[in-house]
């Protein structure tokens, strides 16, 4: 079983763009919008992993989630924030340690696109703000990810904090699923 994104058509991207820009023109908010679609693509994509659980998944977040302290480098790998107790990122690297997961910071998204089309894992966890959680999906359809909106922010860009109960929710469903099938190599069921 292969995802299929309704984000891969044009026709859904364009619909969302008038949609949005419509809003923006009548001065409505559109953060409600944005939320709907991704609890919906969040539906979809637990629906999915369903029938087909994921062996690798990466956990991407966004560089405004970083506090002053913060020492991540420019690999973006959360390792070294396991000891750290100053700011979100250490609470979700120990998170994905216990979960075995690799877990990165981008600092634009389009490294975090390009980190996940390099890596190209069965699943992304993602949390970002809302207008970035939308470009994700049109972004790199062709990977299922499960994506929380930031839960506030100091201000624009800067100290943003997480979901974190989503995240613990979110990688304890995954632990609690039946391991993927693997797929029987030809040669075993050939009998050789
Ligand atoms: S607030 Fe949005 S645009 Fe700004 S760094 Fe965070 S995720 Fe990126």
């Not at 959680?133 to 994700?136: E, F």
């Given at each position: 079983m292969s995802w299929r994104s309704p984000w891969?058509?044009?026709?859904?991207?364009?619909?969302?763009?008038?949609?949005?820009r419509l809003l923006r023109r009548l001065g409505v908010d559109e953060t409600p919008l944005l939320r709907r679609l991704v609890r919906a693509n969040n539906r979809r994509v637990r629906r999915y992993l369903a029938a087909a659980p994921p062996r690798s998944v990466l956990l991407i977040l966004?560089?405004?989630?970083?506090?002053?302290?913060?020492?991540?480098?420019?690999?973006?790998?959360?390792a070294p924030c396991r000891e750290c107790r100053d700011?979100?990122?250490?609470?979700?690297?120990?998170?994905a340690e216990r979960y075995g997961l690799e877990a990165?910071?981008?600092?634009?998204?389009?490294?975090?696109?390009?980190?996940a089309r390099e890596r190209r894992p069965d699943l992304i966890l993602a949390a970002a703000c809302e207008d970035r959680?939308?470009?994700?999906l049109?972004?790199?359809?062709?990977?299922?990810?499960?994506?929380?909106p930031l839960t506030g922010m100091a201000r624009?860009?800067?100290?943003?904090?997480?979901?974190?109960?989503?995240?613990?929710r979110e990688l304890q469903r995954l632990a609690a699923a039946p391991p993927p099938e693997v797929p029987r190599a030809r040669h075993a069921s050939a009998g050789l």
């Open positions: 891969r058509h044009r026709s859904l991207v364009t619909a969302t763009e008038l949609l949005r966004p560089r405004c989630v970083q506090r002053g302290c913060c020492r991540v480098d420019r690999s973006g790998s959360l700011c979100p990122l250490g609470d979700l690297a120990r998170l990165l910071v981008a600092y634009r998204s389009h490294v975090a696109f390009a980190m959680l939308l470009k994700a049109r972004s790199v359809p062709e990977i299922p990810a499960l994506l929380s624009p860009c800067v100290d943003a904090s997480v979901d974190l109960a989503w995240f613990a």
